[in-house]
Structures are given as structure tokens and as C-alpha cells.
T-cell receptor, first 114, second 114 residues
């Protein structure tokens, strides 16, 4: 059981470039989330999904897009990268079962935009 | 609006000493409460969670937390800290609003001195 996997681990982008951060989970979880983590700021929710084909914005969605074509995958797309998107990105998933609020996190992707 | 406050940005504790990390939340209903730990370069791992019932909850690695409704607090404790406990700790509130969302505090970094 791999849990939540994210690729790449590190990436440097130039301003204006685009990229996709990959996230896959093998726990058959319905709920998936993308967060960004900036120093001293905790985690901020970018987008989330409650199941295949259903996505919704979180607190800080601007500059990002997501899709959820399968239960397993939840890629995050950055269009026209900006320095403000320099951050560590975490993908997480959780079951939709009762009392199962625990989220399982991937190892993160460290992105630098210069 | 819902929020989570961790008043201590960092704490230094001697190995073997006791630990208490503070967490206060703002939420109108009974919340789902979590403590996560993040080791350097890693994703977040759940330490413990509270949904209902006994207000003192036990977690992994010898941690416990107590929910105090009157104080809107969910402080994390450990009676004897080990050097391997050095990490960043996040308190979080889970909100069930048609798509379970988790709001994280800014984190408390724990340093352990020999």
C-alpha cells in the first residue's frame, strides 16, 4: 500500500511556465485535497474533490486548476507560474466514511518559481 | 469564521521534560479536532483526533490531548519528550460542510535540547 504519492519531489520553474503536480492515492478514498504550505502560515487549501468528476475551490485557488477523472488521481495544474506560487505543495486524501476525518498526506512537492 | 490559533511559533524543551502545545479554535458547533506532526521534509502524520466522547484522547508516540469546550482548546501533551519528537506540530479543525474541510493552525516547531 503506497498511500498518497506525489511527483515530482522538487521543481524549479521560470515565471510564466506551466506545470502539473501529480497526486495518486491507492486507498480508494473519495475525498482528495491540495494544500500549499508557506513558512509560518500552516496549510492553505487550494482545491478539493469529493469524488471523481467533482471539484471545488478552497481558500487560495487563484492561479491553479484541478481535475478528477478517476478516484485515484488528482493533478494540480499551474498555469503561468508566478513567484508567489513558490511553496511546498501537499496532496491529501481521506475516506468519506463516518468519523473518518483523518487525512493522509503525500510527501510534498517543493516548487520554486524564479 | 472558523480559525485555529497556535500561540507558540516555537518551543524548546529539554529531553525528558514534559511538553504542552497550545491550540485554540473558533467554530460554532462541536468540532472535529486533530493534531498532526510533520518531520523535516515529510508530509503530515496524524497524532490523534477527537470527535466525541471522552475529552482526553490518546494518540501515537505517547501523546495525548484534552478537549475543553469551555476554553475552546485542544492542547497537546507528552509527559517525557524524546529527541525524536523534534518536529513541527499542527492543530486542525475539521468542518463538515458538504465536503469535509480541515483548517490548520500555523504550527508550532518543537526543539528538543539534550
Amino acid at each position: 500500500n503506497a498511500g498518497v504519492t506525489q511527483t515530482p519531489k522538487f521543481r524549479i520553474l521560470k515565471i510564466g511556465q506551466s506545470m502539473t503536480l501529480q497526486c495518486t492515492q491507492d486507498m480508494n478514498h473519495n475525498y482528495m485535497y491540495w494544500y500549499r504550505q508557506d513558512p509560518g502560515m500552516g496549510l492553505k487549501l487550494i482545491y478539493y474533490s469529493v469524488g471523481a468528476g467533482i471539484t471545488d475551490k478552497g481558500e487560495v485557488p487563484n492561479g491553479y486548476n484541478v481535475s478528477r477523472s478517476t478516484t485515484e488521481d488528482f493533478p494540480l495544474r499551474l498555469e503561468l507560474a508566478a513567484p508567489s506560487q513558490t511553496s511546498v505543495y501537499f496532496c491529501a486524501s481521506r475516506s468519506s466514511g463516518q468519523g473518518s476525518g483523518e487525512q493522509y498526506f503525500g510527501p510534498g512537492t517543493r516548487l520554486t518559481v524564479t | 469564521a472558523q480559525s485555529v490559533t497556535q500561540p507558540d511559533i516555537h518551543i524548546t524543551v529539554s529531553e525528558g521534560a514534559s511538553l504542552e502545545l497550545r491550540c485554540n479554535y473558533s467554530y460554532g458547533a462541536t468540532p472535529y479536532l486533530f493534531w498532526y506532526v510533520q518531520s523535516p521534509g515529510q508530509g503530515l502524520q496524524l497524532l490523534l483526533k477527537y470527535f466525541s466522547g471522552d475529552t482526553l484522547v490518546q494518540g501515537i508516540k505517547g501523546f495525548e490531548a484534552e478537549f475543553k469546550r469551555s476554553q475552546s482548546s485542544f492542547n497537546l501533551r507528552k509527559p517525557s519528550v524524546h529527541w525524536s519528537d523534534a518536529a513541527e506540530y499542527f492543530c486542525a479543525v475539521g468542518i463538515n460542510t458538504g465536503g469535509f474541510k480541515t483548517i490548520f493552525g500555523a504550527g508550532t516547531r518543537l526543539f528538543v535540547k539534550a
